[in-house]
C-alpha cells in the first residue's frame, strides 16, 4: 500500500488488520481505525495505526483489544461479491478462499466439495495450519489480494507444493496411527494422483471406517474439527460432562478452534473445562435468586463471550441472564421506593399517634369544660330561683311598707276632736 492512499484509513475506518507474529498471524481480522499516522509521517516503517478489533477482546474479555499495527498489516474491507452471487457463493475445488475461523479470515484451498445446494461443505487447506478443515459455504469467501492499492483475484490452485503435500501426507499417517493404537480405526485411503512439484500426492478422497462406531455415537453430537481433540469422544469423562441434564436439555456442537492456539498436551483438559464452565453456567442460572447480588449476575454474564468463541450456543442463556438483570434492577429500583413509603408510613404513624395524644388531651379537656358548664348551669338556674323569690320578697315588702307609712301618716294627722 503506497502512502499516497492512506487516506483510504481515515479515523473511524472499518478495516482488515494481519500480524507478522503470534497466533493472529496469517489471519485477517475486521477492525476499527482510532489513531491514524499523521499525514507527516511517510516513512513506511513509521506509519502505524492504532487500532481496536471488532471481535477480538483482552485476556480478561473486559473490553475489545486494541494494538498499533504497521501500514503494510492494513487494508480495507474487501469487496462484496456481485448481486448475483450474494445469496449462495459456489466455490469449487483449486478454488482460493478466506475461511472464517477464530473472529477471522484465514487463506486456504478448497480440497473437496459435497452437500446440497443449502448445506454444502467445503474441505479447505488452511495455509496457516496444513490441514483441511470442513466449513460451511457461508463461511468462505473468495480470496483477494490487496496489491497496488488494487484487489486482486488470484488463480486456481493446481498445484500444490510438495513441502505441504509430504508435510499433510506425515500428519494423515501419524494421526491414523495414532488413531488405530487408540481406537482401533481402520482407516483407508483413496489417493488421486496430481503432478505436485514432480511428487505423485494430493489427497482428494478419505474414507474413514471405524469398528467402534456404536461407541463414537454416544458422542456424536458434538463435531470436534479440531482433529486433536478426537481423542475426546473415547473419554469417560466427555460422556459423563454430556449426559448431565444441562447437555441434554440445550445440546451444544463446539468447535474449540482457539485451542489449536495452545499446546496439544492442554487441548483436552481446557476443552473439558469449558464444557464444565458451560454445565456450571447454565446451573448457576437455573439457581439464582430473585435477590442475587449483581456481581453474580456479571460473573456469569463475563463467562458468555468466551464460550462462544468455542463454538458453544449462548444465546438462550445469554437471553435469560439479560432479562434476569432487568427484573432484578427494576426489582431494586421499586425496593428503593418501597422503602422510601415504608419510612413515610412510619413517619405518619408517629405523626398520627402525636395527633391522637393532643386528640384525648382535648377530648378530657372538653370533658372537664363539659362538667363545669353543667354545673356552672344549675348554679345559675339555682341563683335564678333564689333571685326570683327575694325579689318577690322585697315586693312584698315594699308594698307592707308603704301600707304602715300610710297609717302612720292617717294617724299623726287624725284629728283630736
Known sequence: MSPGNIDLFAKDTLVEVSSADGWLSGGWFVAKVLDPPPPSTTTPGKMKFLVEYQNLRCHDGSKLLRKRVDIKLVRPLPPPPPNDEQEQQRFGVHDVVDAYRNNGWWVGVVSKVWGEEEQRICSVLLENTSRAINFRSSELRFHLDWIGDKWIQPQKKNKMSSEVVEKRGKQMEAETSSEKRKRGTHVKFLFKGKECGGVECGVDKIDVEDSSTKEAAAVDNIPYENQNLRSLESSPVLKFVQSLEEFQLMPQKPHFRPLDECEVVFREGLALKHMMTFVNVVKETSKLQVNASGSIMDSLLKCLPELESHGFDIKDVQRRLLEMQ???????????????????????????????????????EIKVLEEKKARLMSMNEENDSELAKLKSSDSSLNEHIQNVEHNFVSLATFSWK
Do not use: F, P, W, Y
Not at 395527633?355 to 377530648?363: S, Y
Open 326 to 364: 432487568t427484573l432484578i434492577k427494576s426489582r431494586e429500583h421499586l425496593q428503593i421506593k418501597l422503602e422510601k413509603v415504608k419510612c413515610e408510613i412510619k413517619m405518619r404513624d408517629h405523626e398520627g399517634t402525636n395527633i391522637n395524644a393532643e386528640l384525648i388531651d382535648a377530648i378530657e
